[in-house]
């Protein structure tokens, strides 16, 4: 017996296509993702029984791709890793800070942006812990904690995020200016030399 072709990839592509050309998630329907992924709509009702099902699949997705790269990035030499982990965060919690501000009811998303807030609350703060903790010269100061000042830089890159909200897709120039801004108010009295790129 043939099993049917799998179009999970397709729709992810589709839905991050429009959730980075339409800005309002709220107007994403199946039948707006068919038209994108070029697949009929019965297509995506076989893979997801319904939008909110769609959107907790996608981000269970996102996040595993985000951790992989980050488990990457913690790898790389403290002075290397601390930015490049900030410009990596900053872009993801970005959209989440941006989709969860646009959603408006319409489509059930609680699943979802619960995955995405206990990753970012529980596994966002240990990278950072292990960028600090085999670097402890990048902290500001020899007797803060690693463990909670990796949880004040996850913190802290919200307060980063809340003003340039109003853009659809953050680019590259934009995401370097805040890491920048971050190092700077975060490490200014470190007495390592952290290298922004």
Do not use: C
Not at 62 to 67: D, L
Request: hydrophobic fraction near 40%; proline fraction near 4%.
């Amino acid at each position: 017996m043939a099993t049917r072709p799998s179009y999970r990839k397709k729709i992810f592509d589709a839905l991050h296509r429009l959730g980075t050309t339409i800005g309002d998630p709220n107007t994403i329907d199946f039948k707006m993702i068919a038209k994108e992924a070029h697949i009929s709509v019965s297509n995506i009702s076989r893979e997801f029984k319904d939008l909110s099902h769609l959107f907790y699949e996608i981000s269970v997705e996102k996040f595993k791709e985000h951790e992989a790269l980050s488990t990457k990035i913690t790898r790389l030499p403290g002075v290397y890793a601390l930015p490049s982990l900030l410009k990596h965060d900053l872009k993801m919690i970005f959209y989440f800070a941006r989709d969860s501000k646009n959603l408006d009811g319409k489509i059930k998303a609680d699943a979802a942006l619960d995955y995405v807030k206990d990753y970012i609350e529980t596994k966002m703060p240990d990278f950072y812990f292990d960028i600090l903790r085999y670097n402890p010269n990048l902290l500001p100061n020899s007797d803060i904690n690693a463990k909670l000042y990796s949880q004040f830089i996850v913190h802290s890159l919200f307060f980063f995020t809340k003003k340039e909200l109003h853009s659809i897709e953050p680019n590259s120039r934009w995401l370097t200016d805040m890491t920048r801004k971050l190092i700077n108010s975060l490490f200014s009295s470190s007495k390592a030399t952290i290298k922004i790129e």
